[in-house]
């Protein structure tokens, strides 16, 4: 084969046998060369391609081939072990073609499935499409495995992204979320893997970014599932530019930080009558970084790890302390315990909470 490696026949037999009737499937090298595909292969590329050609660039053409070369790209490097991508064709009717690239590193080829769906049918009918394209908050919608499916003309208006930059992307490889600081992509990320685990259904938050002209910026969003809304199908992403508010507020808690604090924030939902969740997290974790030096554990945030170091009987009793307070609807509350840093160093810390409606 044009990869140089003789692939197990009954390997990519099996392959071929176990795919579903509405998949198109192809056997490709990591040049983009064709080596074998199914019959729906070609039915699919009918309504966004040439299904007769024997390279991929080819197949798709070189404008549906720019949005999906960067998930081919991930795949034949192995960044990611299926590397997901999505096109538009706007066909009568307008169609949707799901683009899957998965490595398969015995063979050193890749095996490439394609799922074709009616777009825009019912999704966006034309009064709510012109009252979206009319709004200065953008909506994005992402599919089930984070896709970028629906960017609408806010979007672009607030980040400077074209609209072509976002469909059909991986939500964590867009430029959109390349544009968000570093702590933002980490609440973002860990937001939306709540989501998908069922854990929340809604998350707010304040957004540091990237403005278009390189400043510092803010956004205030919202994260939603809506994968069970047939109107929708996605988890839906709105989000406005509160710059003004945001550098006000950061302005704040540099103030704080000069003088030896920190400032978290985030949302309290409650559960049951007794139990609440938390979700919160430092403004800036570099800052408290540098007051509380912690050792933090691959895959969590410097707030989760700072809430680890704190000594047992103190996390016992500053937890029934906030819950009281926030259950008995008090609007501030105060308390003081002692963490412990990564030189085995104890620190006092005093906390001051204000509990506010969201606004």
Do not use: C
């Not at 105060?334 to 005093?350: A, L, P, V």
């Amino acid at each position: 084969m044009a990869s140089g490696r003789e692939a197990s026949t009954e390997f990519i037999e099996g392959l071929f046998a176990g795919v579903g009737p509405n998949v198109g499937v192809a056997l490709v090298d990591p040049q983009g060369r064709i080596l074998r595909t199914n019959e729906r292969w070609g039915q699919i590329l009918q309504a966004v391609g040439d299904p007769s050609a024997t390279e991929l660039e080819a197949a798709f053409g070189p404008t549906h081939w720019k949005t999906l070369r960067p998930a081919f790209q991930r795949a034949v490097s192995g960044e990611e072990p299926t590397a997901r991508a999505l096109i538009e064709e706007f066909n009568d009717p307008p169609v949707r073609v799901r683009f899957r690239a998965q490595r398969l590193p015995r063979e050193g080829l890749l095996w490439v499935r394609l799922w074709l769906f009616p777009a825009e049918s019912g999704i966006r009918p034309r009064r709510m499409a012109a009252l979206l394209e009319l709004s200065e908050e953008g909506f994005l919608i992402l599919d089930e495995e984070l896709v970028i499916i629906e960017a609408t003309p806010a979007v672009t208006a607030i980040t400077g992204i074209p609209r072509e930059q976002l469909i059909g992307q991986d939500y964590f490889h867009s430029p959109l979320f390349a544009s968000l600081e570093p702590d933002a992509q980490h609440g973002v990320r860990r937001a939306l893997e709540r989501i998908r685990a069922g854990e929340r259904d809604r998350v707010e938050g304040w957004i540091p970014y990237r403005r278009p002209d390189g400043t510092e910026g803010f956004l205030r969003g919202t994260i939603a599932n809506h994968l069970d809304n047939p109107a929708l199908g996605g988890i839906v992403m709105v989000f406005r530019d509160t710059t003004r508010e945001g550098l006000t507020f950061r302005d704040l808690w540099r103030a704080i930080e000069s003088a030896n604090g920190a400032i978290w924030r985030g949302t309290i939902r409650r559960i049951s009558e007794e139990t609440l969740d938390w979700d919160i997290d430092f403004l800036s974790s570099e800052a408290a970084q540098r007051l509380w030096p912690l050792e933090v554990p691959e895959g969590q945030s410097y707030l989760e790890a700072w809430y680890d170091a704190r000594l047992d009987e103190d996390k016992r009793r500053t937890d029934a302390l906030g819950a009281q307070a926030v259950l008995e609807g008090r609007s501030r509350y105060q308390q003081e315990f002692r963490i412990t840093d990564k030189d085995g160093q104890i620190h006092w810390i005093r906390e001051d909470v204000f509990v506010a409606p969201d606004p």
